[in-house]
């Protein structure tokens, strides 16, 4: 801010609150201290509360959920508002906070800077804003199936809070690691706690993979810091690197986020965790955290090693592209709710993957938009199958039928959060799979047709889900006192609603933001498209990667 802009806007203020005892430039300034201080103030939110709610004396549970539920709702507001203000003609990371933190030491002697460099851009701004906005909405369905060991949940979810943002912020790669174990690390508690009668064996499944997948990580990242004696992104991803040192560390990288995504055929870690989660822990799993794999593929992956990339695009579509056919199918084929609807998220995962690794504008731009609308709608799914699972203690399909006319509003919610999944214009969904798909096609037409076969059969597996659990005679007597839904719940739904919408009426708003940051991205791979076919044309070979229509 300038000095005469910043007399400018001072004498408006006092102009607009002449009586005020605190000058307009206090204001300003105190603004502007905000802005510097942003993205830490993020971080440190959910960890105050973490504290407040460990440390807070007494049994009773009433203040703990205040204190909890208030950081949540500040962080949520703090999120939101930094998407409202982020300027989309900068392609570069805004609200930058950089830090020295420690020295690590090589063999050969000489230390590499690691540092607390936090920043957000087009690639990290929506995820930003997911992550805030489900904050709230885990806690309210919590609320209603949470009943013992209060503290540790809130403290937990807290937690997890803060390591999921820090993923997103994360300019340093072993700030990135680490927050990336403190995002994993509370989930292992959530499901392994509070989780089904399967806990045991999901936890220990979802901690073996996680862990192959961390290590797997952790190797990359010492290697690029022994190769190119630094760890911070920024620097790396405009570093001109060799064809080899790149395909070595995106092959690590690769495998640990396609773990996390989860891409077919590293997925059946999925099923099992969300299944057994308690439903504020599906929320988180579907809403935020796989996203963190998908993240990672472009802001590391594609970012980092773009020659690596191009090579390996038409594998890793190919798989994602069969990864959203063979999702649909497991879908179709489950009776239990919960797990048709975890089933599905190896289907959507899918196709954010292959508008990623389309290597386009418009797959990675649909990828973008997909990662959060496959957050809000999926995470409302799962909300839905905890309220109807509080009301009856059964998942199965069958054991439902008919409960359109006893809950009327319940009904309205689940098809909206249907029609949203499967991407009907006017909603959400629509948009970013019309990106996704756009993407697909011009990368390789056989990849974006089934990755369009996939989608229909999203369809053709939800509604059928909807027809069976709403529609149709009640069988059950018990379905006939089944409570509609409530206040807390309409709050929770409500806050996944509206973006729901705002998304599918007006896509280019949460586009706009990411357009100067995939155009940085998409001119870095194209340079890479010319590099690696004018290496491979100098030693006569041609690899498909280079011989698909963009």
């Known amino acids: 801010m300038t000095l005469e802009t910043a007399t400018l806007d001072a004498a408006i203020l006092n102009a607009v609150i002449p009586n005020t005892m605190i000058p307009a430039t206090a204001v300003l300034g105190s603004a502007d201290l905000l802005k510097e201080y942003l993205l830490p103030l993020l971080l440190t939110i959910p960890a105050v509360g973490a504290l407040l709610v460990g440390l807070m004396p007494g049994r009773n549970t009433k203040p703990l959920w205040t204190i909890a539920l208030l950081a949540s709702v500040v962080e949520a507001v ?12 900068n392609p570069n990371s805004q609200w930058t906070y950089l830090k020295p933190w420690f020295t690590l030491p090589l063999a050969a002697g000489a230390g590499i800077p690691v540092k607390f460099h936090l920043g957000v851009d087009g690639l990290s701004i929506l995820m930003v804003a997911l992550s805030g906005l489900l904050g709230p909405v885990i806690l309210l369905s919590a609320r209603g ?10 403290v937990w979810a807290q937690i997890m809070q803060a390591g999921m943002l820090g993923v997103f912020l994360a300019l340093d790669l072993v700030l990135f690691y680490v927050f990336w174990e403190v995002s994993l690390i509370p989930l292992y508690f959530l499901i392994g706690i509070w989780g089904g009668p399967r806990r045991i064996y999901a936890t220990v499944k979802f901690f073996l993979y996680t862990l192959g997948g961390s290590l797997l990580m952790l190797v990359a990242l010492l290697y690029l810091a022994y190769t190119q004696r630094t760890v911070d992104v920024q620097t790396l991803s405009t570093r001109e690197m060799a064809l080899q040192p790149q395909l ?5 990288f690769a495998l640990a986020f396609a773990i996390k995504v989860p891409m077919f055929p590293f997925h059946t870690w999925l099923p099992d965790a969300h299944v057994e989660a308690p439903t504020s822990g599906s929320i988180v799993l579907a809403g935020v955290l ?35 056919v063979y999702g649909s199918f497991l879908a179709f084929a489950q009776n239990d709710i919960k797990k048709l609807v975890a089933c599905s998220s190896v289907a959507h995962m899918g196709t954010v993957m292959v508008g990623i690794f389309a290597l386009n504008g418009a797959g990675i731009r649909g990828g973008l938009l997909q990662m959060v609308n496959h957050g809000l709608s999926t995470g409302l799914l799962f909300l839905l199958v905890g309220v109807v699972y509080e009301r009856r203690h059964v998942r199965e399909i069958s054991e439902f039928g008919g409960i359109a006319r006893t809950v009327p509003m319940f009904t309205m919610v689940l098809l909206v959060a ?11 969904g629509f948009p970013g799979e019309l990106l996704c798909l756009k993407g697909a096609f011009d990368f390789h037409t056989a990849i974006g047709a089934v990755a369009a076969l996939g989608t229909v059969l999203g369809a053709v597996y939800m509604l059928s889900m909807a027809r069976r659990v709403l529609y149709g005679p009640v069988t059950r007597k018990e379905n006939h006192g089944i409570t509609d839904l409530v206040a807390r719940e309409w709050v929770a739904i409500a806050l996944l609603m509206v973006p729901i919408v705002w998304i599918g009426v007006q896509p280019a708003r949460f586009l706009e933001p990411t357009e100067k940051s995939v155009d940085l991205l998409v001119t870095r791979l194209e340079r890479a498209k010319k590099s690696v076919a004018a290496a491979q044309t100098h030693d006569g070979t041609r690899v498909a990667a280079l011989e698909v229509p963009r």
């Open 78 to 89: 703090l999120c939101v508002l930094a998407f409202c203000q982020f300027d989309s003609g």
């Open 145 to 154: 199936h949470i009943h013992e060991r209060e503290r540790e949940f809130l």
């Open 248 to 252: 070595l560390a995106f092959g690590a």
């Open 290 to 324: 796989l996203k963190m794999g998908t993240y990672g593929f472009l802001r590391l992956g594609v970012g980092m090693f773009p020659e690596a990339a191009v090579t390996c695009a038409p594998w890793l579509a190919g798989l994602a592209a069969a990864g959203v």
């Open 418 to 428: 249907t029609f949203s999944s499967i991407g009907l214009p006017g909603l959400n």
